[in-house]
C-alpha cells in the first residue's frame, strides 16, 4: 500500500501540499531512475498505479489539493519568458511528466546543459484552447493558426507550428522571443494504438524526432523552455478509480465521454462527489481518476485529458541552455 507514514504524514501535516506531490512526482514516481531499470511499459503502468493510488486518498480526504492546482493555475508562468527575445519556447502538445527522463536523455544527447527541472500547471480546464487563451492571452483559437496572429506579432513574438514530428521549420535568430508549437504528442492520441499500453513505447521514436525538428533546429546560444498545455491520464487497469456503473452513469450523462463541461445560461452544475464545480468559470470538473465510459469509440481511449486530476494539470517546466 503506497500509503506510508512519510506519505501520511505530508498529506495531514498544515500548509500547501502541491510541492510535495510535485517532488514526488518528479523524483520519485517519473525519475530517470525509474525509467532506466523497466520496461517501457511497466513504467508507464507502475507509475500510473502509483498516482492512481495516492489520488484516491487525496480524492477522499487531502481534496483541498485540487484547490492548490486551481490556485496555482492562475499563476501565468509562460509570461515572464514571452518578453525576452533571448528566449525560445517549444511546447510538445499533450507532454506529460512520464516523458520528463526521454527529454532528459535527448537533452544529453544533443549537447544541452539542463539549468531546470521542475513543474508548472496547466490552464484549467487542462484543455489546449484553455491554455492559448489564458498562457498567452490570445482567444481561443487553434494552435495552427498562431503563426498568423497579430496580437503575437505586436508582442515580438514569432510562432511556428507543427503539425507532425517529421515537420521542420528554418526558424530565423530576428530579436524576436520564438514559440515552438508541435502536435505531438497529442495527435497521437486519436490513434487506434492509443488504446493499448504500448503506445507510449512507440512514442519514443516519434518524440525523438520531434525534438530534432524543434529544438536541435534552435539557432544560437538561446534559453529553451520546454513545457506543455496539459498533460494526460493513462486510464490501464489499475489505473483508476474504483466506481460502480451507478456511480459513472450521471457522469456520462452530464458530461458526454469528456472530463470537463462549461455550463450554460441557466444550466446547474451536477451534484456528485467525483465533480468539482469552480463557479467563477461556470465549469464544472471531474476531480481525480474517474474513469466515464461513453458509448462509441471515445469509450475505448485510455488516455485522457481535461479535467481535475494530478497528471492532467501537472506537467513539465524544463529550461535548457548550450
Same mark, same amino acid.
Given at each position: 500500500?503506497?500509503?506510508?507514514?512519510?506519505?501520511?504524514?505530508?498529506?495531514?501535516?498544515?500548509?500547501?501540499?502541491?510541492?510535495?506531490?510535485?517532488?514526488?512526482?518528479?523524483?520519485?514516481?517519473?525519475?530517470?531512475?525509474?525509467?532506466?531499470?523497466?520496461?517501457?511499459?511497466?513504467?508507464?503502468?507502475?507509475?500510473?498505479?502509483?498516482?492512481?493510488?495516492? +489520488?484516491?486518498?487525496?480524492?477522499?480526504?487531502?481534496?483541498?489539493?485540487?484547490?492548490?492546482?486551481?490556485?496555482?493555475?492562475?499563476?501565468?508562468?509562460?509570461?515572464?519568458?514571452?518578453?525576452?527575445?533571448?528566449?525560445?519556447?517549444?511546447?510538445?502538445? =499533450?507532454?506529460?511528466?512520464?516523458?520528463?527522463?526521454?527529454?532528459?536523455?535527448?537533452?544529453?544527447?544533443?549537447?544541452?546543459?539542463?539549468?531546470?527541472?521542475?513543474?508548472?500547471?496547466?490552464?484549467?480546464?487542462?484543455?489546449?484552447?484553455?491554455?492559448?487563451?489564458? !498562457?498567452?492571452?490570445?482567444?481561443?483559437?487553434?494552435?495552427?493558426?498562431?503563426?498568423?496572429?497579430? +496580437?503575437?506579432?505586436?508582442?515580438?513574438?514569432?510562432?511556428?507550428?507543427?503539425?507532425?514530428?517529421?515537420?521542420?521549420?528554418?526558424?530565423?535568430?530576428?530579436?524576436?522571443?520564438?514559440?515552438?508549437?508541435? !502536435?505531438?504528442?497529442?495527435?497521437?492520441?486519436?490513434?487506434?494504438?492509443?488504446?493499448?499500453?504500448?503506445?507510449?513505447?512507440?512514442?519514443?521514436?516519434?518524440?525523438?524526432?520531434?525534438?530534432?525538428?524543434?529544438?536541435?533546429?534552435?539557432?544560437?546560444?538561446?534559453?529553451?523552455?520546454?513545457?506543455?498545455?496539459?498533460?494526460?491520464?493513462?486510464?490501464?487497469?489499475?489505473?483508476?478509480?474504483?466506481?460502480?456503473?451507478?456511480?459513472?452513469?450521471?457522469?456520462?450523462?452530464?458530461?458526454? =465521454? +469528456?472530463?470537463?463541461?462549461?455550463?450554460?445560461? =441557466?444550466?446547474?452544475?451536477?451534484?456528485?462527489?467525483?465533480?468539482?464545480?469552480?463557479?467563477?468559470?461556470?465549469?464544472?470538473?471531474?476531480?481525480?481518476?474517474?474513469?466515464?465510459?461513453?458509448?462509441?469509440?471515445?469509450?475505448?481511449?485510455?488516455?485522457?485529458?481535461?479535467?481535475?486530476?494530478?497528471?492532467?494539470?501537472?506537467?513539465?517546466?524544463?529550461?535548457?541552455?548550450?
Amino acid at each position: 500500500m503506497i500509503l506510508s507514514s512519510e506519505i501520511f504524514g505530508q498529506l495531514i501535516k498544515p500548509g500547501p501540499r502541491l510541492p510535495w506531490l510535485s517532488e514526488w512526482l518528479l523524483n520519485e514516481v517519473w525519475s530517470r531512475d525509474s525509467y532506466s531499470v523497466k520496461h517501457p511499459s511497466d513504467y508507464l503502468k507502475d507509475g500510473e498505479s502509483k498516482v492512481n493510488e495516492l +489520488e484516491q486518498i487525496i480524492a477522499s480526504s487531502a481534496y483541498g489539493s485540487y484547490e492548490e492546482i486551481i490556485a496555482e493555475s492562475k499563476k501565468n508562468s509562460l509570461s515572464k519568458f514571452l518578453n525576452d527575445p533571448n528566449n525560445i519556447i517549444v511546447i510538445f502538445d =499533450g507532454l506529460s511528466l512520464r516523458e520528463i527522463p526521454i527529454l532528459l536523455a535527448l537533452s544529453e544527447k544533443s549537447q544541452y546543459k539542463v539549468k531546470e527541472i521542475s513543474v508548472t500547471i496547466s490552464a484549467i480546464p487542462s484543455e489546449t484552447l484553455d491554455f492559448i487563451e489564458y !498562457s498567452l492571452s490570445l482567444e481561443k483559437v487553434s494552435p495552427s493558426q498562431l503563426s498568423s496572429r497579430k +496580437e503575437l506579432r505586436d508582442k515580438n513574438i514569432k510562432a511556428y507550428y507543427y503539425d507532425s514530428p517529421a515537420q521542420r521549420h528554418r526558424i530565423e535568430d530576428e530579436g524576436k522571443t520564438v514559440l515552438l508549437w508541435s !502536435s505531438f504528442p497529442d495527435q497521437t492520441y486519436n490513434d487506434s494504438g492509443a488504446r493499448f499500453i504500448q503506445h507510449f513505447e512507440s512514442n519514443k521514436v516519434l518524440l525523438e524526432q520531434a525534438w530534432k525538428n524543434t529544438v536541435q533546429q534552435v539557432p544560437g546560444n538561446k534559453k529553451i523552455l520546454i513545457t506543455s498545455d496539459h498533460g494526460y491520464i493513462f486510464f490501464g487497469a489499475g489505473c483508476a478509480f474504483t466506481r460502480s456503473q451507478e456511480d459513472v452513469r450521471p457522469l456520462n450523462q452530464f458530461f458526454g =465521454g +469528456e472530463r470537463f463541461k462549461f455550463l450554460n445560461e =441557466g444550466e446547474s452544475p451536477i451534484q456528485h462527489p467525483d465533480v468539482y464545480f469552480l463557479g467563477e468559470k461556470k465549469l464544472c470538473l471531474i476531480k481525480g481518476r474517474v474513469q466515464t465510459h461513453p458509448p462509441g469509440q471515445g469509450g475505448t481511449k485510455l488516455y485522457k485529458h481535461g479535467g481535475l486530476s494530478l497528471m492532467e494539470c501537472i506537467i513539465p517546466w524544463i529550461i535548457l541552455e548550450k
